[in-house]
T-cell receptor
Framework: NAGVMQNPRHLVRRRGQEARLRCSPM?????VYWYRQLPEEGLKFMVY????????ESGMPKERFSAEFPKEGPSILRIQQVVRGDSAAYFC?????????????FGQGTRLTVV | SQQGEEDPQALSIQEGENATMNCSYK?????LQWYRQNSGRGLVHLIL?????REKHSGRLRVTLDTSKKSSSLLITASRAADTASYFC??????????FGKGTTLSVSS
């Protein structure tokens, strides 16, 4: 049973380009969470999705950022017109229940560098 | 900010010593979890303690929870070089997602 898969592991984008980060949850998991981690910082919650639904996007910046989790395929975090401040590690986690009394399984992250 | 706060920010010890990290949070919770992150990697779940529990053990790990003080501690006994990592507490105080603290960076030297 493969764990949470994120790709790419590393992504370099020039300012103004778009970044697409993918996350395939663990088999059987339909709840996905995206977090952002700046250097030497903890993880900041961005968005929580269930298949085809955004449940909580309170941590998402209002502009340029969007997320989806379609019926088929991975969850996508999309950042349009990237700026240097978007450089960070983006982690995806999945869980089977969506209840917070069970562990979340994390991917290895995508490290985005904006040059 | 809804984040919890870990203390200390960084901790350096020798192999064989015990390491204690603390976490404080702001609002009531149903459970608290501890995670480990090795450099450049994702987070790995260590232990979950529910709000009606005061102490929990898992191998060399011991976690305590004091809901009256809104704090938790993680004790790693007989530390090893392989324990070198960052340790984060996470709570469900936001309701829909885990909220993480800034972490404690532990360095264990041999």
């Amino acid at each position: 049973n493969a764990g949470v898969m994120q790709n790419p592991r590393h992504l370099v984008r020039r300012r103004g380009q778009e970044a697409r980060l993918r996350c395939s949850p663990m088999k059987g998991h339909s709840h996905v969470y995206w977090y952002r981690q700046l250097p030497e910082e903890g993880l900041k919650f961005m968005v929580y999705l269930q298949k085809e639904n955004i449940i909580d996007e309170s941590g998402m910046p209002k502009e340029r950022f969007s997320a989806e989790f379609p019926k088929e395929g991975p969850s996508i975090l999309r950042i349009q017109q990237v700026v240097r401040g978007d450089s960070a590690a983006y982690f995806c986690a999945s869980s089977s229940t969506g209840r917070l009394n069970t562990e979340a399984f994390f991917g290895q992250g995508t490290r985005l560098t904006v040059v | 900010s809804q984040q919890g706060e870990e203390d200390p920010q960084a901790l350096s010890i020798q192999e064989g010593e015990n390491a204690t990290m603390n976490c404080s949070y702001k609002t009531s919770i149903n459970n608290l979890q501890w995670y480990r992150q090795n450099s450049g990697r994702g987070l790995v779940h260590l232990i979950l303690i529910r709000s009606n529990e005061r102490e929990k053990h898992s191998g060399r790990l011991r976690v305590t929870l004091d809901t009256s003080k809104k704090s938790s501690s993680l004790l790693i006994t007989a530390s090893r070089a392989a324990d070198t990592a960052s340790y984060f507490c996470a709570t469900d105080q936001a309701g829909t997602a885990l909220i993480f603290g800034k972490g404690t960076t532990l360095s264990v030297s041999s």
